[in-house]
């Protein structure tokens, strides 16, 4: 129960929308207690099953549209109290290089990271977009990875429900399961977890590597160094069934200053773009 009301308290400050039971925060509030010991109850004896998820489209920067899924309340909890436990055990297994929605790291972390390569000798970047990341990670593939860390059964089954959530109002062509989708309380977690391979196979090679959640930049001393981070990022990248945007991936360099999680790089410099 603890647990659960630290989870509810974050859901809480977070606000967000409804989900498709048309429940708010403000609602489930009302009647917190009873709530939250009947969702005790049904995880404690497996009868929880996430409901239905809603989906919405929001404009891109780009033009186009990022599907984001909106859970319930109740969904919520759950997820955020999955997110408090296994963030402490996995974080410890991430690889430096991952800045993303971690306790204490933020994106000037990130910047700086990219700093300390520059004054290292990097002067040449590959600025990577992996295509539909949220969209295109394998649900089987993530629950073996979990499998693998060892997480325990019952939270693997609680994930597995969550990744098969149904979508409601799915639209033609679209998926009809939630899926590591953005929205999720827990698929920033989750995303971690998936790119973990990519991102030890990546430090194999040598490279500076900087990764926050599904965007990262690799940095290097030269321009044919650049390409070949290039080439096994997209091996890499294909070995978990993912792959780079060929219109958003490109190889650029300090002079010509490049953009990474709300930051602008030139030359020696960096800045804030707020």
Not at 56 to 83: C, E, F, H, M, N
Not at 134 to 150: A, H, I, P, V, Y
Request: proline share 5%; with cysteine; charged share 25%.
């Amino acid at each position: 129960m603890d647990a659960l009301r630290r989870a509810w308290l974050t859901v809480r400050a977070n606000k967000g929308r409804s989900g498709s039971d048309g429940e708010t925060v403000a609602q489930f509030e009302r009647h917190l207690d009873n709530h939250l010991k009947t969702l005790q109850a049904e995880l404690q004896n497996g009868r929880y099953r996430p409901q239905k998820v809603t989906q919405i489209l929001v404009p891109k920067p780009s033009g186009r549209w990022r599907p984001i899924t909106l859970w319930t309340v109740r969904d919520k909890v759950a997820q955020r109290a999955a997110y408090n436990y296994l963030e402490p055990i996995f974080e410890k297994r991430f690889l430096p290089c991952s800045y993303g929605f971690l306790p204490g790291l933020s994106t000037r972390d990130a910047a700086q990271a990219i700093q300390k390569a520059r004054q290292a000798g990097a002067s040449w970047v590959l600025d990577a977009d992996i295509k539909d990341c949220f969209g295109s990670m394998e649900n089987r593939r993530l629950l073996g990875q979990l499998r693998q860390w060892r997480a325990p059964g019952p939270v693997r089954d609680l994930v597995g429900r969550w990744l098969n959530a149904e979508i409601w109002n799915a639209w033609a062509g679209s998926p009809k399961v939630a899926g590591t989708s953005q929205g999720g309380a827990i698929s920033p977690l989750l995303c971690n977890v998936y790119l973990h391979p990519f991102d030890r196979a990546m430090h194999k090679r040598g490279v500076w590597l900087v990764r926050f959640a599904d965007d990262f930049v690799v940095l290097a001393r030269s321009k044919t160094a650049a390409r070949s981070a290039r080439y096994w990022a997209r091996v890499n990248l294909g070995r978990i069934g993912l792959r780079m945007h060929p219109q958003k991936t490109r190889i650029t360099d300090f002079e010509e200053g490049f953009q990474f999680v709300g930051w602008f790089f030139v030359r020696d410099e960096m800045y804030e773009l707020k």
